[in-house]
């Protein structure tokens, strides 16, 4: 029997302080819960192998995909398919948190980068 994941991803994601950390990878797909600071934003990106989808649970932003804008407010979920720029920014005075779900899995299993920098600097190791 394959093993399977189960959490509250709620308390997950409101408890998370780290800018990105994965919770767990399987052959098809991947969850991840992230924090951003008030102003801060995921960057600018587009995944040409994986589908992403986001849920904010806690916090207020707004998304940007193929150049539209929209609220990303408490308890809404927005599905990025692959090959869509994107970007996700917090707009206000307090954390955004939310979980993500990329398919198929997009970070190395266990992943935590506790802020953007860390984020980055990966982001460029893995391109280079």
Same mark, same amino acid.
């Given at each position: 029997?394959?093993?399977?994941?189960?959490? #509250?991803?709620?308390?997950?994601?409101?408890?998370?302080?780290?800018?990105?950390?994965?919770?767990?990878?399987?052959? #098809?797909?991947?969850?991840?819960?992230?924090?951003?600071?008030?102003?801060?934003? =995921?960057?600018?990106?587009?995944?040409?192998?994986?589908?992403?989808?986001?849920?904010?649970?806690?916090?207020?932003?707004?998304? =940007? =995909? #193929?150049?539209?804008?929209?609220?990303?407010?408490?308890?809404?979920?927005?599905?990025?398919?692959?090959?869509?720029?994107?970007?996700?920014? #917090?707009?206000?005075?307090?954390?955004?948190?939310?979980?993500?779900?990329?398919?198929?899995?997009?970070?190395?299993?266990?992943?935590?980068?506790?802020?953007?920098?860390?984020?980055?600097?990966?982001?460029?190791?893995?391109?280079?």
């Amino acid at each position: 029997m394959k093993s399977f994941f189960s959490t #509250n991803i709620k308390k997950e994601a409101l408890k998370n302080n780290f800018f990105r950390k994965v919770l767990a990878t399987k052959a #098809n797909a991947q969850v991840v819960v992230m924090s951003l600071k008030s102003k801060e934003d =995921i960057g600018m990106e587009i995944h040409k192998k994986y589908d992403q989808i986001l849920v904010n649970t806690g916090g207020k932003g707004i998304y =940007i =995909i #193929n150049g539209k804008k929209g609220k990303f407010e408490e308890n809404f979920l927005v599905y990025v398919p692959k090959g869509s720029w994107h970007n996700f920014i #917090n707009t206000g005075k307090t954390k955004l948190k939310l979980f993500t779900i990329y398919s198929p899995p997009n970070h190395k299993p266990g992943t935590i980068h506790k802020t953007k920098k860390d984020a980055e600097k990966a982001e460029k190791l893995k391109h280079d």
